[in-house]
Each structure stands twice: as structure tokens, then as C-alpha cells.
């Protein structure tokens, strides 16, 4: 079945360095792909859409600047999450909508502790 | 805005039916779906319904939609400790592809 890859799966960075998280669409091509944010026990919230070649859409509340999103490929979009501090650690999910199957493929997660 | 609730936590015995319930306030929910997240992992989809659909039986799995009240449910036959984990349910509208997703239950799987 379709896979969504996530790298690193986890990430130790001190406060005030930028951490780039990958998500990778490993047998589909995914024009439209989702970045969510899950803080421990709570849900995940979405914070942006990355569509393929254009710029990102942005959920309310959710600092453009602070969390970069670039989706340069099919399969390919990056979060970089710049000038991190403590309350940036978090749980990040991303999904990729396999527009075939209209179905949406969820990563395996990457785990950011900001010290 | 869209809200979707679920209850905490949910605690079974080996072997009993474990039922998860979901409530949300967007009428134009199209898709409903349930996700399983394990400790330190992703989400896996378990199954999802048509809001033009009542049931969806899937082996140990059936979801039930009241689409007049806005209630999901999701109930897991004879139970097992490997079914311990986080459920979350979620909706999507017809013409998006934002997921809103619940707040999860805890399912808690007692030998």
C-alpha cells in the first residue's frame, strides 16, 4: 500500500537553531500534502496544506516565518521549523493526498525536542 | 467553526466489546473516519464510512452513523490487549481535504 515516509523521526536541537523535517510520498505522487502538530495528549492540529509548486496555505494562528513549508516535488515537502524554542517540542505529523485513490496517507511522525 | 468530541479514555477486559464514541458539528461532513495511534507512532486508519451510509462492518470492526444527531461510533468485537491505544475519529467535507480530528480516547485493554 501507499507509504509516507518522515525524516528524522526524532530531533534533539538546542533553542534557537532550525530543524528541517522531511515527508516523502514513497509510491505516489502527491500534488497536495499536510503538516499537523500534535502536542502530548492533545489532538493533532493542522498548521498548513503544501501544494506543489506554490506556496503554502497557512491555518490560523500558525506563524508563516516561524514554520517554512517548501514543497519543491511530487513527493517531497519540507518543514523547517526556524529559531526554535522549548515550546516548538512537539509531535509533527504529515499526510499526502494520494489524488487517485482520493485518500490521504499519514507519516510516521517526527518527535522535536527544543532544549 | 468544526468540532469534533470524543470521550478520554475507555477502559475493557480481554475479550468484551469495546465501544468509542465521536460527536461533531459540521453537518457537511462527507467522510468520517477512525484512526488508531499507537505510544510514539503515527496514525494508522482503521476505517472510515460515507455520511450517506448507517453502518460499515469491517471484520472485528463497525462503525455506526447517526448523521441526525452527528454521532459516530466505533465498536471493537472481542477486544484484545494488542487494541490498546489512542482512537481518534475524524470528519472531512465534501471539496476539502482538511482532516478535523477529535481529541482521542484512550482505550485501555485489561488481561
Known amino acids: 500500500g501507499a507509504v509516507v515516509s518522515q525524516h528524522p523521526s526524532w530531533v534533539i536541537c538546542k533553542s534557537g537553531t532550525s530543524v528541517k523535517i522531511e515527508c516523502r510520498s514513497l509510491d505516489f505522487q502527491a500534488t497536495t500534502m499536510f503538516w499537523y502538530r500534535q502536542f502530548p495528549k492533545q489532538s493533532l492540529m493542522l498548521m498548513a496544506t503544501?501544494?506543489?509548486?506554490?506556496?503554502?496555505?497557512?491555518e490560523q494562528g500558525v506563524e508563516k516565518d516561524k514554520f517554512l513549508i517548501n514543497h519543491a516535488s511530487l513527493t517531497l515537502s519540507t518543514l523547517t521549523v526556524t529559531s526554535a524554542h522549548p515550546e516548538d517540542s512537539s509531535f509533527y505529523i504529515c499526510s499526502a493526498r494520494d489524488h487517485r485513490a482520493d485518500t490521504q496517507y499519514f507519516g510516521p511522525g517526527t518527535r522535536l525536542t527544543v532544549l | 467553526g468544526e468540532d469534533v468530541e470524543q470521550s478520554l479514555f475507555l477502559s475493557v477486559r480481554e475479550g468484551d466489546s469495546s465501544v468509542i464514541n465521536c460527536t461533531y458539528t459540521d453537518s457537511s461532513s462527507t467522510y468520517l473516519y477512525w484512526y488508531k495511534q499507537e505510544p510514539g507512532a503515527g496514525l494508522q486508519l482503521l476505517t472510515y464510512i460515507f455520511s450517506n451510509m448507517d453502518m460499515k462492518q469491517d471484520q472485528r470492526l463497525t462503525v455506526l452513523l447517526n448523521k441526525k444527531d452527528k454521532h459516530l461510533s466505533l465498536r471493537i468485537a472481542d477486544t484484545q490487549t494488542g487494541d490498546s491505544a489512542i482512537y481518534f475519529c475524524?470528519?472531512?467535507?465534501?471539496?476539502?481535504?482538511?482532516?478535523?480530528f477529535g481529541t482521542g480516547t484512550r482505550l485501555k485493554v485489561l488481561a
Open positions: 475524524a470528519e472531512r467535507s465534501s471539496g476539502t481535504y482538511k482532516y478535523i
Open positions: 503544501s501544494n506543489e509548486g506554490s506556496k503554502a496555505t497557512y
